[in-house]
């Protein structure tokens, strides 16, 4: 029950990472939109166009910049997490390999005749 419930949570980590991202990008298309307005405005007139380009472009580079950053944050909390479960499997893989070992030692020595330990298996 205890992995169901990590994956659980894991994949609600993951869903709240994916909907920050979505709604960020729904932010920069709407913004992108009224941009768009804003430039199909500035065309009608020649003089004004030049002088919109610029602070639409100094504007979409800061939109762009905030994007990429909060994109760069989703990342690094996903390699986080990769990073805990690797750590996690080989903890898991150790305490494996030292449950197998002490089996095959049980059946060797005793010849089977020792059963194997429950109690042994859950305070590893």
């Known amino acids: 029950m205890d992995n169901k419930h990590k994956k659980v949570l894991e994949l609600f980590e993951k869903l709240g990472v994916a909907e920050d991202q979505v709604f960020a990008l729904k932010e920069h298309v709407i913004s992108l939109e009224t941009e768009v307005t804003k430039l199909e405005e500035a065309t009608k007139d020649p003089k004004t166009r030049e002088s919109a380009l610029r602070k639409n472009l100094v504007a979409a580079r800061k939109k762009t910049f905030d994007l990429e950053e909060s994109s760069r944050d989703a990342l690094d909390k996903e390699?986080?997490?990769?990073?805990?479960?690797?750590?996690q499997v080989k903890v898991l893989k150790k305490?494996?390999?030292?449950?197998?070992?002490?089996?095959?030692?049980?059946?060797?020595?005793?010849?089977?005749?020792?059963?194997?330990?429950w109690k042994g298996f859950l305070d590893t």
Request: no cysteine; aromatic share 12%.
């Open 95 to 117: 305490k494996v390999t030292t449950l197998v070992f002490h089996v095959l030692l049980d059946v060797t020595f005793y010849n089977g005749a020792k059963s194997f330990r």
């Open 79 to 87: 390699t986080v997490v990769a990073n805990g479960l690797r750590d």
